[in-house]
């Protein structure tokens, strides 16, 4: 059990260049969710994957985002045309679907910056 | 919407003394999970609470849920400097293959001195 990787740990771009981030769960974990977080606020849910199918997304996931989960491996979450807005933690977790505790074990974040 | 709410926001307290943090949640969840998070770093699973009247202690932590008045406490006692961090508290309120969006509080910002 290597955890959670996230993959760049930190970005920095120009408003209005796409960025792309790349999640890899831990390995037997059938689900994967990216949230968002802020400083001085709690994560915020994004959207998760079962396997390859992306069951949920937020209503904070605008056009701009995008996320896959090909193969129900790794997953990558998009954002087009960057805004000052966007730039916050990106985490990303993993759990296994069971009846048990369901924890989501966390990744290490990718840091975005728009200037 | 789900709202969490925690409180204290922050918290600082010397070391020995006894706390507790409280989180309310406003509806309806039998799950709730508390994470530990350092500065710039990610979150660390520290407790998930499955029923009402569960309490689960590792260490000086100890955490209990009433999910009847949607309640969740994370007690600490005689606190070391090693405690310093942020705790969330997070609910989620799926059902059976519906579990997994967590919904977090803001975090309490804890700060244990000598």
């Known amino acids: 059990d290597t955890g959670v990787s996230q993959d760049p740990r930190h970005k920095i771009t120009k408003r209005g260049q796409n960025v792309t981030f790349r999640c890899d769960p831990i390995s037997e974990h059938n689900r994967l969710y990216w949230y968002r977080q802020t400083l001085g606020q709690g994560p915020e849910f994004l959207t998760y994957f079962q396997n390859e199918a992306q069951l949920e997304k937020s209503r904070l996931l605008s056009d701009r985002f995008s996320a896959e989960r090909p193969k129900g491996s790794f997953s990558t979450l998009e954002i087009q045309r960057t805004e000052q807005g966007d730039s916050a933690m990106y985490l990303c977790a993993s759990s296994l679907n069971t009846r048990g505790s369901g924890t989501q074990y966390f990744g290490p974040g990718t840091r975005l910056t728009v200037l | 919407e789900l709202k969490v709410e925690q409180n204290p926001l922050f918290l600082s307290m010397q070391e020995g003394k006894n706390y507790t943090i409280y989180c309310n949640y406003s509806t309806t969840s039998d799950r709730l999970y508390w994470y530990r998070q350092d500065p710039g770093k990610s979150l660390e699973s520290l407790f998930v609470l499955l029923s009402n009247g569960a309490v689960k202690q590792e260490g000086r932590l100890m955490a209990s849920l009433d999910t009847k008045a949607r309640l969740s406490t994370l007690h600490i006692t005689a606190a070391v400097h090693d405690l310093s961090a942020t705790y969330f508290c997070?609910?989620?309120?799926?059902?059976?293959?519906?579990?997994?969006?967590?919904?977090f509080g803001r975090g309490t910002q804890l700060t244990v001195w000598p």
């Open positions: 997070a609910v989620d309120t799926g059902r059976g293959s519906t579990l997994g969006r967590l919904y």
